[in-house]
């Protein structure tokens, strides 16, 4: 039931935020930069839609496999740098694929970019990859690292390479 709250509220944010970029921005802003604006490849870039996929993919790949290291996993002292670690990721796709695709990392923005342009190239891959990228960093993290999740309440507790960690 959360999870339905929680992507309702990703795609209204992204949705709000797009459409403030649309009708809030000066026509050459949105023109200059099409993808981070509009949720479409440049021109410039010759809409590669492998390009996208797999720029799309490592980016999310980096990122939910970081967010896995310093803010799941509490076995070790890294959780107290979750917010610079993911900053510096976060940052470092964005300096990396901005360029080229936006580097969304996140499919509800950029499906709402695409809603609120009505232009839809590229976003199908886009989307695709990013929710491909999230769920393989996620997995391995686990795989690597040996971490499986016990009981359903609130505190469950994390078996990490032989202990128990309480959450």
């Known amino acids: 039931p959360k999870v339905w709250e929680y992507v309702a509220a990703q ?5 709000t935020a797009a459409l403030l970029l649309r009708f809030g921005a000066t026509e050459t802003a949105v023109l200059r930069n099409p993808f981070v604006a509009q ?8 809409r590669n839609l492998a390009g996208l996929g797999l720029f799309e993919f490592v980016t999310t790949f980096c990122f939910v496999y970081t967010y896995c ?3 799941l996993d509490g076995k070790g002292p890294a959780r107290q740098y979750g917010p610079l670690a993911l900053g510096l990721v976060y940052a470092a796709g964005l300096y990396c694929a901005g360029p080229y695709t936006g580097a969304s990392m996140n499919p509800a923005r950029s499906l709402a970019a695409a809603l609120t342009f009505w232009d839809f190239t590229g976003a199908w891959v886009g ?3 990013v929710m491909a990228g999230g769920a393989c960093g ?3 993290y686990k795989s690597l690292f040996r971490i499986e999740r016990r009981g359903r309440d609130e505190s469950a507790e994390y078996v990490a390479i032989g202990r128990v960690v309480s959450v």
């Open 11 to 15: 795609v209204g944010g992204c949705i």
């Open 138 to 140: 996620a997995f391995a």
């Open 127 to 129: 989307m695709l990859a």
């Open 69 to 71: 290291a310093v803010c």
């Open 39 to 46: 949720g479409v490849l440049s021109e410039g870039v010759s």
